[in-house]
């Protein structure tokens, strides 16, 4: 059951501009929203997150967009560095179950 | 390191055979997970630890697949009469586990290849 979704395998991006990255779930009881990031070899790593009852979190140069409508959300890096080449997960969690997607590979060109 | 410690980092074994790997949470974090990822897939849920009560295991994967946290510090995961189709990266991670965050924190995790 696939709750959460990445459609997009892959991105790649030009160095200094922007990448978004797009996630869409089904379950309407979500509220809760993550982003991580993984390098090879290593496990996820928390990134950003937002709550259910905003529709913008920014932290730097990521910022995280949800549409609760649309049940989609954008994870938006700007500007895009050859460091965030990596892969990018969205998860959300209902009760006791926890939903990853799976996963959009970012590359940055320099 | 203060991080998500998981034991081994690659195993190795025969089909049939037992195996077990251990992952010791960040000290203060009283929630522990489980997750399965394969190749080209997202960390897929297998079951969850508060303190040492497990709260949810209905998402492991078969009865050969169990989990055990008894002191509610470290946890181990245990996969009897392995398989081919068990070969995947076992990932750990713990949380605090207050209010609605839950932002959890990952091992690196141990392959495990089943030959």
């Known amino acids: 059951d696939q709750q959460v979704k990445q459609n997009s395998p892959s991105l790649s991006v030009q160095e200094g501009r922007i990448s978004i990255l797009n996630c869409d779930y089904t379950?309407?009881?979500?509220?809760?929203f993550l982003w991580y990031k993984k390098y090879p070899a290593e496990g996820p790593t928390f990134l950003i997150s937002?709550?259910?009852?905003?529709d913008k979190n920014e932290d730097g140069r990521f910022t995280v967009f949800l549409n609760k409508s649309a049940k989609h959300l954008s994870l938006h890096i700007v500007p895009s560095q050859p460091g965030d080449s990596a892969v990018y997960f969205c998860a959300s969690f209902t009760g006791n179950q926890f939903y990853f997607g799976t996963g959009t590979s970012l590359t940055v060109i320099p | 390191d203060t991080g998500v410690s998981q034991n081994p980092r690659h195993k190795i074994t025969k089909r049939g055979q037992n195996v077990t790997f251990r992952c010791d949470p960040i000290?203060?974090?009283?929630?522990l997970y489980w997750y399965r990822q394969t190749l080209g897939q997202g960390p897929e849920f297998l079951t969850y630890f508060q303190n040492e009560a497990q709260l949810e295991k209905s998402r492991l994967l078969s009865d050969r697949f169990s989990a055990e946290r008894p002191k509610g510090s470290f946890s181990t995961l245990e996969i009897q009469r392995t398989e081919q189709g068990d070969s995947a990266m076992y990932l750990c991670a713990s949380s605090l586990g207050v209010g609605g965050k839950n932002i959890q924190y990952f091992g690196a995790g141990t392959r495990l290849s089943v030959l």
């Open positions: 937002i709550s259910s009852i905003k």
């Open positions: 379950n309407s009881m979500f509220d809760y």
């Open positions: 000290s203060e974090h009283n929630r």
